[in-house]
């Protein structure tokens, strides 16, 4: 004989009942000399409607199957499971190897004549009351969003912030220090991928304690609007009461607005830049028909940085198999295809430069020497733009004028700060554009 004992929720109240039913069946199966205990099955905080999470029952239906259980016996149907489907299934599986289930409060043996019948009716009046259930505590939920209460919002599930004793919001000083570095590392030039890869080098651990970050989770962090101090309600919902499956909320369901509802992380124009950016990127992307933004890497800096102004579309790095000038890294349109006459096809672009690499990396640093020689001029002061990133931009590219002066050689942390892109013109020349909006022909 086994039993099988369920409670889904960790509640005062819910884990007396709990220990109750442990005490009642060990007690009762023991005290009974033509039963052979073969263990006591318990969940514990888990719902009834799904079974995959069920871990202690799956692991009571496995010995069922095994042979080792002649008789279940449990308190009620709703403890055996709320989901009328799945319950009736493995219950019918236990008929199959002849294991009777017997429940307390209903009087019932599933192997009676009648006991399906009334299986079925009683486990569907289970899942209808799970199904009400769920409705009244989406009710109560909703109503905290409608009154704006950052109580009702999880606090384990962002990086940076914890609960008080009293249901409010508080900075995890620790993990704010993770979030301010992603939003300057962003800011910074640095992609979403590379800044998950350099905070898991460096065992950054997660708010929920991991330490394998990806880039999911630092654009979850830069688009978050907690971090300025602000909660959106009800992003996400159940769409299912039996699945507990959760979708985003894209307009199905209102999604209140609280500003100013708990203490911020960032100040509200970084966290207005990064969105500004973000959305800058995604644009620049569409463009230049790129898959993504951040193609560079330290090994590769211009890689997705250099465009044909012909066609719009990003220059490639090849290597050259001539014999004149074999083994020689230069950049060409990658939509140049080019024939013994010239270009092949009609859709093919007509720009064929080739340029050297070397030529590439001169052009940037004159155009950087420029700015410093003229940042009276081209850096002056005449007021603001109007657009907040540009603004941002200028007094950032001013700032890196002043600390760096004079280069031979740029650092990849400088270029992927201050450089937005490389056009080669029709006519072979290059023209370098600058993030704050400065573009210098060559």
Known sequence: ??????????????????QAQLRNYDQYIRSRPDFSLTGIFADEGISGTDLKKRTAFNEMMQK???????????????????????????IRELKQLNVDVFFEKENVHSNNKDGEILLTLISAVA??????????????IRRKYERKSVRSVPSGKFL??????????????????????????????????QIATILTKENVPMAYGGKEWCASHILKVLMNEKYQGDTRFQKTFNTDYLTKHRAKNLGQLPQPYLKDSHPAIIDRKTWSLVQLELVRQKQFVDCHSIDKFHHHSEQCPLSGKIF?????????????????NYGQKYWVCREYRAGRYG????DCCSNGHRVPAEDIDRVIISSWNELVDRRRDLLRSTGKTGD??????IMDLKRQVRKYGHLRVMAYDLLIRVLDHVEIRADGKLSVIFLAGIRLDR
């Open 1 to 18: 004989m086994a039993a099988y004992c369920r409670v889904s929720s960790s509640s005062d109240e819910q884990l007396s009942s709990y």
């Open 64 to 90: 069922a199957r095994e042979g080792q259980i002649d008789l279940i016996i449990t308190k009620s149907i709703s403890r055996f499971g709320r989901n009328t489907l799945d319950c009736l299934k493995c």
């Open 127 to 140: 899942q209808n009351e799970s199904m009400n259930q769920s409705e009244n505590v989406k009710w109560g």
């Open 160 to 193: 940076g912030y914890r609960k008080d004793q009293q249901g409010n919001l508080i900075i995890n000083e620790q993990q704010a220090e993770t979030v301010k570095r992603i939003y300057q590392a962003f800011l910074h030039g640095l992609g979403t991928f």
């Open 308 to 324: 044909c102004q012909t066609c719009g579309h990003p220059f490639a790095l090849r290597q050259s198999f001539r014999k004149r």
């Open 343 to 346: 270009p092949v096809g009609p």
């Open 388 to 393: 907040q990133l540009t603004d941002y931009r």
